[in-house]
């Protein structure tokens, strides 16, 4: 897949796992896309490591947008949590 793919596809996987994940999200739609790239790298990872599948394997497989998809929520709670932790310490 070649960048343009991946960017469209981190886009979607992180607006996709902001919308199942209830609350409030720091971060707008860069760190999005950042934690949706991001977060198709590393759905793809836990693939191959868990599963011993290969599960980035072109645009339009189901299984590249789970990984993306579940990849991107981990992310997203990570971020959460970090973020999270440094605005109410200021608050």
Do not use: C, E, Q
């Not at 720091?26 to 896309?33: K, L, R, S, V, W």
């Not at 990984?67 to 973020?83: D, E, F, K, P, Q």
Request: cysteine-free.
């Amino acid at each position: 897949m070649g960048i343009l793919a991946w960017i469209i596809i981190g886009l979607l996987a992180g607006l996709i796992a902001k919308a199942l994940m209830p609350g409030k999200d720091p971060g707008g739609i860069i760190i999005t896309m950042l934690i949706g790239i991001a977060g198709g790298l590393l759905g793809g990872w836990l693939g191959k490591v868990l599963f011993g599948v290969d599960s980035i394997d072109g645009f339009f497989d189901l299984s590249t947008w789970i990984a993306a998809i579940v990849g991107s929520i981990i992310l997203l709670a990570l971020y959460r949590v970090v973020t999270g932790n440094r605005h109410s310490r200021h608050a």
